[in-house]
């Protein structure tokens, strides 16, 4: 295949992780190995909606170690969007922001796209590999994966998952410590609240806290298990009676029997049309006041767990810098329409590799935990799941610090000129 000249575009999409911008540092760096078929370096600001807006940075005005210090900088250096082109729901929109967007690419001569995120994102990516053959444009689009919740499928796991597992289950140790030191002949009960909509990766992670059968986490409740109060209570009493307290992580997407969202506010709707979560462990808490009259109280780690980069998975950086290296060699060596996923070839010791996947294969598909990777009664993940996971959270980034607190790098973000009309 001849090859393709031109400029390289990079964005980001969807909820930030400890390490995305490392993938975006992996773009950058190799894209920098490749003059004869890359001439400029473009990011998108704010992901599809910044494209959309004709909001470009030249990457080749900022400093390289700007660059590698993306490796340990948290949040979404180029900034990101929940903006979803529909064809379904708003067909005639979604339409005209198709020909905006290859407007804009034809514009600044773009002919290399990658978008960092998760489903909607590849969604997204998909889209536009699509569009790009069907107006016989030259575009090579290559996803790369990201999100904390692990849930696109094909790939062993996803960048940003590896770094909140680690600081979760680090972040439960210590609330159990905390609880545990403080416990009275009447007993306590501790729920932390994690994220994680529909699949529980991130809620099953705690269980790598646990060194003896006794110790923190003692009750995991997860979207993939429909939720029985009688048997959690059941379990809470047992736990407490026992060992005078009893922690819960709960993910925020907990079910009911029925499948409906054991938390959800149908009042209040996302920018996806999803109901709004609005507290699942303050939900649990009342339950168990109410039920067992055994003093309560909520933990809600939130933001905190997916921007933790001061204590992100050496192992977990390493992959998502790797996925944004390989999504550049994929898309010079004519490759287009596909994600980059890791490949693991061992598990221990730990090995692995980043292999390809088409996107049509990944869009709008969500990869739950394995039932058998789950206990009997649905309450704590097994060894099937703990092998998997504890090989992603080994080592530490070495983030500098600058008067005793990390430091962090900022994009200068020059913008390139806009050579179209605004956007209406």
Same mark, same amino acid.
Request: overall charge negative.
């Given at each position: 295949?001849?090859?393709?000249?031109?400029?390289?575009?990079?964005?980001?999409?969807?909820?930030?992780?400890?390490?995305?911008?490392?993938?975006?540092?992996?773009?950058?760096?190799?894209?920098?190995?490749?003059?004869?078929?890359?001439?400029?370096?473009?990011?998108?600001?704010?992901?599809?909606?910044?494209?959309?807006?004709?909001?470009?940075?030249?990457?080749?005005?900022?400093?390289?170690?700007?660059?590698?210090?993306?490796?340990?900088?948290?949040?979404?250096?180029?900034?990101?969007?929940?903006?979803k082109i529909d064809f379904k729901k708003k067909p005639e929109k979604a339409a005209r922001d198709m020909d905006r967007l290859f407007e804009v690419?034809?514009?600044?001569?773009?002919?290399?796209?990658?978008?960092?995120?998760?489903?909607?994102?590849?969604?997204?990516?998909?889209?536009?590999?699509?569009?790009?053959?069907?107006?016989?444009?030259?575009?090579?689009?290559?996803?790369?994966?990201?999100?904390?919740?692990? %849930?696109?499928?094909?790939?062993?796991?996803?960048?940003?998952?590896?770094?909140?597992?680690?600081?979760?289950?680090?972040?439960?140790?210590?609330?159990?410590?905390?609880?545990?030191?403080?416990?009275?002949?009447?007993?306590?009960?501790?729920?932390?609240?994690?994220?994680?909509?529909?699949?529980?990766?991130?809620?099953?992670?705690?269980?790598?806290?646990?060194?003896?059968?006794?110790?923190?986490?003692?009750?995991?409740?997860?979207?993939?298990?429909?939720?029985?109060?009688?048997?959690?209570?059941? +379990?809470?009493?047992?736990?407490? %009676?026992?060992?005078?307290?009893?922690?819960?992580?709960?993910?925020?997407?907990?079910?009911?029997?029925?499948?409906?969202?054991?938390?959800?506010?149908?009042?209040?709707?996302?920018?996806?049309?999803?109901?709004?979560?609005?507290?699942?462990? %303050?939900?649990?808490?009342?339950?168990?006041?109410?039920?067992?009259?055994?003093?309560?109280?909520?933990?809600?780690?939130?933001?905190?767990? +997916?921007?933790?980069?001061?204590?992100?998975?050496?192992?977990?950086?390493?992959?998502?810098?790797?996925?944004?290296?390989?999504?550049?060699?994929?898309?010079? %060596?004519?490759?287009?329409?596909?994600?980059?996923?890791?490949? +693991?070839?061992?598990?221990?010791?730990?090995?692995?590799?980043?292999?390809?996947?088409?996107?049509?294969?990944?869009?709008?598909?969500?990869?739950?935990?394995? +039932?058998?990777?789950?206990?009997?009664?649905?309450?704590?993940?097994?060894?099937?799941?703990?092998?998997?996971?504890?090989?992603?959270?080994?080592?530490?980034?070495?983030?500098?610090?600058?008067?005793?607190?990390?430091?962090?790098?900022?994009l200068d973000k020059v913008l390139v000129e806009k050579k179209l009309p605004a956007r209406v």
């Amino acid at each position: 295949m001849a090859d393709l000249v031109g400029n390289i575009l990079v964005a980001q999409s969807g909820g930030p992780t400890a390490v995305i911008n490392a993938s975006v540092a992996g773009v950058i760096q190799e894209a920098g190995r490749h003059p004869d078929q890359i001439e400029e370096i473009y990011g998108g600001l704010n992901g599809i909606l910044g494209i959309l807006n004709e909001e470009l940075i030249d990457i080749q005005e900022e400093k390289r170690n700007t660059i590698e210090g993306l490796k340990h900088t948290p949040a979404a250096a180029l900034g990101t969007c929940r903006y979803k082109i529909d064809f379904k729901k708003k067909p005639e929109k979604a339409a005209r922001d198709m020909d905006r967007l290859f407007e804009v690419f034809l514009a600044h001569n773009i002919r290399y796209f990658f978008y960092v995120g998760g489903n909607d994102s590849q969604d997204t990516a998909h889209k536009i590999h699509e569009q790009a053959i069907q107006r016989g444009y030259e575009l090579r689009v290559i996803g790369v994966p990201k999100t904390i919740d692990n %849930d696109l499928p094909h790939t062993d796991q996803c960048p940003g998952f590896g770094s909140v597992a680690k600081y979760n289950a680090t972040t439960v140790m210590e609330i159990a410590d905390d609880v545990s030191s403080m416990t009275t002949d009447d007993g306590s009960c501790c729920i932390i609240e994690v994220m994680g909509r529909g699949a529980g990766w991130i809620a099953a992670s705690a269980v790598l806290a646990k060194r003896l059968p006794t110790d923190a986490p003692h009750v995991i409740l997860l979207p993939e298990i429909p939720f029985n109060e009688e048997a959690f209570l059941a +379990r809470v009493k047992a736990t407490v %009676d026992q060992l005078k307290y009893c922690i819960v992580v709960v993910g925020e997407g907990l079910k009911k029997v029925d499948g409906s969202e054991f938390s959800a506010d149908s009042t209040r709707l996302d920018s996806f049309g999803h109901p709004v979560l609005s507290g699942a462990a %303050d939900r649990l808490a009342e339950i168990v006041t109410e039920k067992l009259n055994t003093k309560t109280r909520t933990v809600k780690l939130g933001y905190a767990q +997916r921007c933790a980069a001061h204590y992100a998975s050496a192992t977990d950086a390493e992959q998502a810098a790797a996925c944004g290296g390989a999504a550049v060699r994929a898309a010079v %060596d004519g490759q287009s329409g596909f994600m980059v996923k890791i490949v +693991r070839t061992q598990t221990n010791p730990y090995r692995w590799t980043t292999g390809l996947q088409s996107l049509a294969d990944i869009a709008n598909v969500e990869n739950l935990i394995p +039932r058998d990777w789950l206990s009997e009664d649905g309450f704590m993940p097994n060894e099937k799941f703990v092998e998997y996971c504890r090989p992603l959270i080994e080592g530490e980034v070495k983030v500098p610090t600058e008067g005793g607190l990390p430091k962090y790098v900022v994009l200068d973000k020059v913008l390139v000129e806009k050579k179209l009309p605004a956007r209406v």
